[in-house]
């Protein structure tokens, strides 16, 4: 199986799952081949479930993603589900602005019917000196409301709070 080939879906998962995270992400990273490696890569045509696993590395223009295991699907509505897994889970996308945003969590999923963007387990995003922090961070890529949530706001019994920098403005 050649993994870019087989695909077919991943790209909107990937670009949503990047680009959410910022409204002034580099158009021409949609029209970008996407290139994926890993240990190994299966697609299930039949069910719409594709899954990569082992140092997956994910590019479409200046998009990345590093994760250990990456799960597909699509269900006949079109509607997609990306689920990731790793120690942790990486992304990264240049911005229109010459500014970059990355982030990382143990966990990222993504849903094209609910348009949420969640990173679990030590999930953080930055983008230049901003930065937020939390056990839970989600993202609604229809009405860009972020939640971030602490470790006791998440279910877990770890004292971790939420953590939330923010730059001042240069104007």
């Known amino acids: 199986m050649t993994p870019t080939r087989n695909a077919k879906f991943l790209p909107a998962a990937l670009l949503l799952l990047a680009l959410s995270f910022s409204a ?3 158009e021409s990273d949609r029209k970008q081949p996407i290139s994926i490696d890993a240990d190994s890569g299966s697609l299930d045509q039949k069910n719409q479930v594709t899954v990569f696993s082992g140092n997956v590395i994910i590019k479409q223009g200046s998009i990345n993603m590093r ?6 699907t699509r269900d006949k509505q ?4 990306l689920q990731a897994e790793g ?3 990486k992304f ?3 911005l229109e602005n010459k ?3 990355e982030g990382q969590g143990n966990r990222a999923e993504y ?3 609910s348009n949420m963007i969640r990173l679990s387990g030590n999930a953080k995003v930055q983008r230049g000196g901003d930065v937020a922090q939390g056990e839970v961070i989600t993202y609604n890529t229809k009405s860009e409301v972020y939640t971030v949530l602490g470790s006791k706001a998440a279910g877990t019994k770890s004292g971790r709070r939420v953590s939330v920098i923010i730059q001042p403005s240069a104007k």
């Open 67 to 72: 994760a250990e295991r990456v799960r597909l």
């Open 78 to 81: 079109g509607n997609q589900t």
């Open 99 to 101: 500014g970059y945003v």
């Open 24 to 26: 002034h992400a580099l």
């Open 87 to 89: 120690s942790p889970v």
């Open 92 to 94: 990264g996308q240049q």
């Open 111 to 113: 849903s094209s019917a």
